[in-house]
């Protein structure tokens, strides 16, 4: 069990691009691993690596259907937009209405190079999306269209 700090806003990393994994070794097994621990401790239902400050493409979701685990995820295809309430790890406390994909297929690879293929809905959809953005220093904050709850300072 390794539980890593997640980074808060205002980090730096949280506003770089990720690199593709180019191959799966024994650290990266370990970043998964690592990531699914500290998703779990927190409790959060996504965390994508470079919020435990490593800038590569991976990410870890469980909306409590199970722990998915993808490698290089990518966005092959949405549909549909819905608009729900939002947080994230890197961001504690703060809630604000976001609009996403209602449904995405995302393929990816799974710890075993495997490529998988998933489509996903709703609150698994909206995880999936913003896990990716992640990986692309995206932070959700950048795309609330109405705030709820504890909009940080900075914005
Ligand atoms: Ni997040």
Redesign the pocket.
């Known amino acids: 069990m390794a539980i890593h700090n997640i980074l808060t806003l205002g980090d730096h990393i949280l506003r770089e691009k990720s690199q593709p994994v180019k191959k799966i070794t024994p650290n990266i097994l370990k970043l998964l691993d690592n990531l699914a621990d500290t998703m779990y401790d927190a409790p959060?239902v996504?965390?994508?690596a470079p919020?435990i400050g490593v800038l590569k493409r991976v990410i870890v979701v469980d909306v409590g259907e199970g722990l998915i685990e993808l490698i290089n995820p990518e966005i092959i295809d949405k549909k549909g937009r819905t608009v729900e309430p939002e947080?994230?790890?890197?961001?504690p406390g703060a809630l604000g209405e976001v609009p996403r994909s209602q449904f995405v297929t995302v393929k990816g690879l799974d710890r075993h190079g495997q490529e998988k293929e998933i489509n996903a809905e709703g609150l698994l959809a909206r995880a999936l999306q913003?896990?990716i953005?992640?990986l692309d220093g995206i932070?959700?904050v950048d795309k609330v269209v109405r705030w709820l709850e504890n909009k940080p300072e900075e914005l």
């Not at 947080?87 to 961001?91: D, I, N, R, W, Y």
């Open positions: 959060g996504g965390l994508a919020q947080g994230c790890l890197s961001v913003h896990e953005d992640h932070v959700f």
